[in-house]
Nanobody
Framework: QVQLVESGGGWGQAGGSLRPSCAAS????????MAWFRQAPGKERDFVAG????????YSADSVKDRFTISRDNAKNMVYLQMNSLKPEDTAVYYC???????????????????WGQGTQVTVSS
């Protein structure tokens, strides 16, 4: 049974940094691309960043490019989202996501992911 558990969200000030983490368990972690999504109140869940199985390729939404960095540690079954230069519009619940199949490439749609964590709240004040 695949489990994803996020942590490390919280409060941040505009211009500051946060680093949410996602702990994965239940299968061979390194076989799967991983992603972060976010959902603000009243809005759809949007792709933030994704990372290939090896970690050699990463993809970011235009809204966070050059500010957020996704990384992974396959030895620890962990995925991270380094969030720098925070903006109030980054306020959302952040979700870690994993696909059902061992896809090597990163997908950017929610329907491509079968497993989701419970989410971690990130709130950025101006």
């Amino acid at each position: 049974q695949v489990q994803l558990v996020e942590s490390g969200g919280g409060w941040g000030q505009a211009g500051g940094s946060l680093r949410p983490s996602c702990a994965a368990s239940g299968r061979t972690f390194s076989n799967y691309a991983m992603a972060w999504f976010r959902q603000a109140p009243g809005k759809e869940r949007d792709f933030v960043a994704g990372i290939s199985r090896s970690g050699g390729s990463t993809y970011s939404a235009d809204s966070v490019k050059d500010r957020f960095t996704i990384s992974r540690d396959n030895a620890k079954n962990m995925v991270y989202l380094q969030m720098n230069s925070l903006k109030p519009e980054d306020t959302a619940v952040y979700y870690c996501a994993a696909p059902q199949l061992p896809l090597g490439v990163v997908r950017t749609t929610t329907r491509s992911y079968a497993y989701w964590g419970q989410g971690t709240q990130v709130t950025v004040s101006s």
